[in-house]
């Protein structure tokens, strides 16, 4: 990310009350709202290890149970930036579409590359159960 140095002066720094995830995504909107446009350069070229951080995203061994950290950022974003009632209405929609996913997956015989306890977790961990 490339970021102009107004940029942070009107929009601020990113939230340190993220862990990991979902901070760039934040930050992204704030500048917005400070009347910065983000772009996207579909040309550029960054070199990205994969999963060097937390090993959940590794293509090249089975998935791994996302961290509750994955989910409090995801959770604290919807909230801070949308309300709970948007943040709640997105896990509806998330948790029904993966439940269909699911059963589609099964249906067809597909193998199952999610991270274990995927569906548990994100109720778990959901604005239907947290509010903060």
Known sequence: MIVRREVLETAGLMDENYFLYYE???FCLQAYKSGWNCWYVPE???VHLVGQSSGVTNTKTLPKRLPKYWFDS???YFLKNHGWLYAALTDLVWLLSFTL???RRFIQRKPDNDPPHML???FDNSALV???
């Open 130 to 132: 947290k509010t903060s």
């Open 120 to 122: 548990e977790d994100f």
């Open 24 to 26: 760039e995504v934040d």
């Open 74 to 76: 995801r959770r604290r």
């Open 101 to 103: 996913w699911r059963c």
């Open 44 to 46: 550029s070229r960054v």
